[in-house]
């Protein structure tokens, strides 16, 4: 025998949700909700561009939005975004690095200090007096790592490259690496 149903009980009349904010606390309440309509139409797979079609214009608004970090927090809630960035990086990194006009928006340096090539496995005591000269920016460390140092904006290659000519200048056998990336660094 079938379960007996309640006549009284109505469903849920859909609302139409208006900010990311409502759109958000409806999931939190149930993850499952769906207030979209049925559409027995199939969506033409067109509309999605592979990589090789994108525009200045869909790729511009991600471009702006990771100008000037030097990070991507990757940890607890943020773990599926930062999942999603690295889903598509090697389609976007192709197109960053074909693209000047969106390159010159995102251009984060690394700079890596080997501390296996430096005197007790320190950070080189003198990086604190960088640079001996005002031509170009004080180092700061990345995120608080005592041998790691990001650059962005205009002539950060150029800064990166130069920090490690200095450094190696005044601290024999010193090895460092830079990383040259289309989007910056995921923190998890």
């Known amino acids: 025998m079938p379960p007996k149903t309640k006549k009284n009980s109505k469903a849920k009349e859909p609302r139409l949700l208006s900010t990311p904010q409502e759109i958000s606390d409806a999931y939190n309440e149930d993850f499952n909700i769906c207030l979209a309509e049925a559409n027995p139409e199939p969506l033409p797979g067109i509309l999605f561009k592979p990589a090789s079609e994108w525009k200045d214009k869909d790729v511009r608004p991600l ?21 999603a960035l690295g889903k598509i990086g090697s389609d976007f990194a192709e197109y960053v690095f074909t693209h000047p006009n969106i390159r010159s928006i995102i251009d984060p340096v690394y700079v890596v200090i080997d501390l296996t090539t430096t005197a007790r496995n320190a950070p080189p005591a003198n990086i604190n007096v960088y640079p001996p000269n005002r031509t170009h920016p004080v180092v700061v460390p990345f995120l608080g790592s005592n041998h790691v140092y990001a650059f962005n904006g205009a002539g950060s290659t150029d800064n990166a490259q130069h920090l490690i000519e200095w450094l190696q200048g005044t601290n024999q056998g010193l090895r460092a690496y830079v990383f040259n990336t289309p989007y910056a660094v995921v923190l998890y």
């Open 63 to 83: 471009a702006e939005l990771l100008a000037g970090r030097i990070a991507i927090d990757g940890s607890g809630k943020n773990l599926p975004g930062a999942n």
